[in-house]
């Protein structure tokens, strides 16, 4: 298996994050909202931990391909590495293309687009599943003989590319914006505004959306997100919603062949004219619209951001020694991280259930860390369960004191007591 680079880079992405949001307080401009900030980052670390176990089965199909059967070995080195690179900017031009123009693609792929906001945290809102679909579009490098070092060398060198193009703090980049992708130019993928709709697919170069008739310049200022609003904090929901959507669409749809055509039509389509809604005439997609938004107390917000950097340590700990893990070990830190991250949205919502949650987990850490003292006393001996404990101690009656936002008073909680 390669280098997970996408692990190594996760320093650099907080630091320009951080820049980012000085230089827009700087200049007096709000790029940043911490609930939408942070449900950004969840779904990348969700991607990035769910990826552990998916990689290693995507890639083993485009390594027995490889194997199996690709038609060329390249002698020359210089001449494999600018096929890899093509290749792949090649074809995630088609899978982005089509991620935008078929429903059941736009199911996986809309995650990357539900922020309303843009800037680089959106840069790491990654969908979970879309490694299924991509990879079908990949396939072809393996049979012209791109070799499976060289090709997930040359997608991660995609992916990182694509972060920094993530800002509105860079403006339009001269010659540049005919050559390669910009952020002027993937603001305008990330806008709802009409025009600019299923534009720029481009990973690197765009050049490909040149040629294929896709090609949008930044003209007005976009409006991010997408048509209809996802108009939720929470990271697993955001991987499943449309597709709950395209299941009630064919519940609907009266012919049986329509409920089939609907899952490969563009996003919008519908069989019944009378109660279409057509994308592209559509007159909501331009109207500025209130933006989805909850507010919590400055002491909560404070709560979920202690709570969240352990998270994201502990995460990227987990990426970089996943190998050396068990599965069993592996597992529950992966279970134990998507619970916070799906609690912390849920907090953001205000929700009973992630009330509820809250407690149970931290109840369910207190037991881990004791499972982890009495497993691996060496390195986390007595000190360090002693603060662990401490810390989720003061967390429960921290978090408690705010039970009323959930709709819990104490009466209640007495109520249930009896
Ligand atoms: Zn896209
Ligand atoms: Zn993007």
């Avoid at 992405?13 to 307080?25: G, H, K, N, Q, S």
Wanted: aromatic share 20%; with cysteine; net charge positive.
């Amino acid at each position: 298996m390669t280098k997970n680079y996408i692990a190594l880079a996760i320093p650099g992405f907080f630091t320009f994050i951080l820049a980012e949001y000085l230089v827009a307080r700087w200049q007096k401009k709000q790029y940043y909202r911490f609930n939408d900030a942070v449900t950004d980052l969840s779904c990348g670390l969700g991607q990035q931990l769910i990826g552990i176990f998916l990689k290693s089965f995507l890639f083993g199909i485009y390594v027995y391909v490889y194997t199996n059967f690709a038609v060329f070995h390249f002698s020359s080195e210089l001449i494999a590495w600018t096929v890899a690179f093509i290749g792949v900017d090649f074809c995630y031009y088609w899978w982005h293309r089509m991620s935008h123009q078929v429903n059941f693609m736009w199911a996986l792929h809309v995650v990357h687009h539900q922020s309303e906001e843009y800037n680089f945290a959106v840069a790491l809102r990654q969908a979970w599943f879309t490694g299924f679909t991509s990879i079908v579009f990949y396939l072809p490098l393996a049979f012209i003989g791109v070799t499976p070092g060289k090709f997930a060398t040359m997608a991660a060198v995609s992916t990182l590319y694509q972060f920094w193009i993530h800002t509105r703090t860079v403006g339009k980049l001269g010659f540049l914006e005919w050559v390669i992708n910009t952020p002027a130019l993937h603001r305008v993928h990330h806008a709802r505004n009409r025009e600019y709709l299923d534009k720029n697919h481009g990973a690197t170069l765009i050049v490909w959306d040149i040629i294929f008739g896709t090609y949008c310049q930044e003209q007005q200022e976009p409006l991010y997100g997408t048509v209809k609003p996802y108009g939720s904090w929470n990271p697993i929901w955001a991987n499943f919603h449309y597709w709950r959507d395209l299941i009630e669409q064919t519940r609907h749809t009266k012919r049986f062949i329509d409920k089939i055509k609907l899952w490969f039509m563009y996003p919008g389509w519908s069989a019944e004219p009378t109660d279409a809604v057509e994308r592209k005439d559509s007159t909501e997609i331009e109207t500025p619209r209130i933006r989805y938004d909850t507010r919590l107390p400055i002491g909560l917000n404070l709560y979920i951001a202690l709570h969240y950097i352990p998270t994201l340590l502990i995460s990227t700990i987990v990426l970089f020694y996943s190998a050396a893990m068990s599965q069993f070990e592996l597992l529950l830190t992966v279970l134990m991280m998507l619970l916070t991250v799906l609690i912390v949205g849920g907090i953001f919502e205000k929700r009973f259930w992630a009330f509820a949650l809250e407690v149970f987990r931290l109840c369910l850490f207190s037991i881990v860390a004791v499972w982890i003292n009495l497993q691996y006393s060496t390195v986390f001996d007595r000190y360090y369960l002693f603060t662990t404990v401490l810390f989720l101690v003061i967390s429960a009656a921290w978090f408690t004191s705010y039970r009323k936002l959930f709709g819990i008073s104490t009466a209640v909680l007495r109520e249930k007591k009896c």
